[in-house]
């Protein structure tokens, strides 16, 4: 409103400026339009180049220990460095396209203040003198609104960058509903622990080639089923899709003939136990990492810590079960880790467990303990258990092997060890087992 307003001012004082209005908005209309479509990509530009500064600032803090450990400071600081680098040489850009802009702005308007004094001057004779001061007065100040004006402008859309980055997350594709008022279960359910895949196919996106190709199989409730494949196979998608992480592309899952996707996912997930190849430990106290939800007596979580092999690791502690976690527990060691995950499951005590390579990163003491404890405390449910090393599925009910998607071998160890020709087989002999 206020260049409108200095050029009507001027234009009422000096006529002939009018003449001049028009070429001098379309040079000025030109010069927004070039400087703010630029601005905005080199804004995205920077933006997108800035997120990985944060990610290796944090990542770098976490793994502080580790990279002290194998003396590799100065790589991480030559990596954080040339990341900064890059982010500079996008932000860079922007600065000079500023100085671009005030250069053509400062043109804009001192042509403006060019022509308002020419006018006045060669139109002296009908023209007082208080409007011709008016006028040039006038002319003076419009360089400045003008830039603030562009400025304005061009931030508005630079700035956008980020309202279409939160749009784009928004209009991410979200979970299932976490509750469904219909879909309502018995509270012991699974009361057998009954596993079926009827010709289940998952990918991990659309548009994505299927990672499970129509696999079928029943798991008995209480069966012990080890789950191999060389990697890619489908092994841990297969997990992911008991837990509806990833979603059916076609065909379903039943537990006790109970199809899962018409389930809310907390109901899901509540009845169902995982212990993970990297065990997920918070920032808290140790009680309230194994027992989130306050659900259980302090005898019940002594008594799972006992059955874990940690019980006289927790009693040496000088808080006991309060002692206090770091985060992702870095104060403990990953078989202590590893056991607090084994003695969270054993807390919870569901029908179906899940093993998804969880001794893959822990030693044989450790994954000895594990394999015990989960032979003796969980005998009535049933366990399906991502292999890593062979030997820790040779006493499985079952063994499933998978190859790219497919299920191309399900029987007992003994009996495809029979067949030398199996890939099983061949994988018992690779790890020295037969």
Not at 168 to 176: G, I, N, S
Not at 200 to 214: A, C, I, W
Not at 353 to 372: C, F, K, N, S
Request: aromatic letters at 8%; proline letters at 3%.
């Amino acid at each position: 409103m206020e260049v409108l307003a200095t050029l009507v001012v001027i234009s009422i004082s000096t006529p002939l400026f009018v003449a001049v209005i028009v070429p001098i908005g379309l040079l000025y209309y030109f010069v927004q339009r070039f400087y703010v479509a630029t601005s905005r990509q080199l804004k995205r530009l920077e933006s997108v180049s800035r997120s990985p500064i944060y990610s290796h600032f944090g990542e770098s803090i976490t793994g502080a220990q580790t990279i002290r450990a194998y003396g590799v400071q100065e790589r991480f600081i030559g990596e954080s460095e040339a990341k900064v680098d890059f982010n500079q040489v996008c932000y860079f850009p922007s600065i000079i396209a500023n100085r671009w802009l005030a250069v053509r702005l400062e043109m804009v308007g001192n042509l403006i203040i060019l022509f308002a004094a020419l006018f006045a001057v060669l139109g002296r004779e009908s023209t007082d003198e208080g409007s011709v001061g008016l006028s040039v007065s006038y002319a003076l100040q419009i360089t400045q609104t003008l830039n603030w004006l562009v400025r304005m402008t061009s931030d508005v859309e630079t700035n956008i960058v980020a309202v279409e980055r939160i749009k784009e997350y928004a209009e991410t594709k979200q979970e299932a509903p976490w509750e469904l008022p219909n879909a309502t279960v018995p509270t012991n359910w699974p009361e057998v622990g009954t596993v079926e895949f009827r010709d289940f196919q998952v990918r991990y996106r659309e548009g994505l080639e299927l990672v499970l190709r129509g696999i079928n199989f029943v798991v008995d409730g209480g069966e012990k089923v080890g789950i191999v494949g060389r990697t890619g196979a489908g092994k841990s998608s297969l997990t992911l899709s008991l837990f509806r992480i990833i979603e059916s592309a076609g065909g379903s899952i039943h537990i006790d003939g109970q199809d899962i996707a018409k389930l809310g996912l907390h109901t899901l997930r509540s009845r169902l136990t995982i212990i993970p190849q990297d065990p997920v430990l918070f920032s808290g106290s140790l009680r309230m990492n194994l027992d989130p939800f306050n659900t259980h007596t302090d005898d019940d979580v002594w008594r799972a810590l006992e059955h874990a092999h940690l019980r006289a690791f927790v009693k040496g502690l000088t808080a006991g079960l309060n002692h206090e976690v770091s985060e992702g527990g870095e104060n403990l060691s990953v078989g202590q880790r590893q056991l607090v995950c084994l003695a969270r499951a054993l807390l919870r005590k569901t029908k179906v467990l899940i093993l998804d390579e969880a001794t893959a990163a822990v030693d044989l003491e450790t994954d000895d303990l594990i394999q015990r404890t989960i032979r003796t405390e969980f005998k009535e449910c049933t366990v399906l258990t991502i292999a890593h090393r062979l030997n820790t599925i040779m006493d499985s009910d079952k063994v499933i092997v998978l190859d790219r998607g497919y299920i191309t071998e399900f029987a007992s160890p003994s009996e495809l060890l029979q067949n030398k020709k199996s890939a099983f087989y061949s994988m018992a002999k690779d790890a020295n087992l037969v």
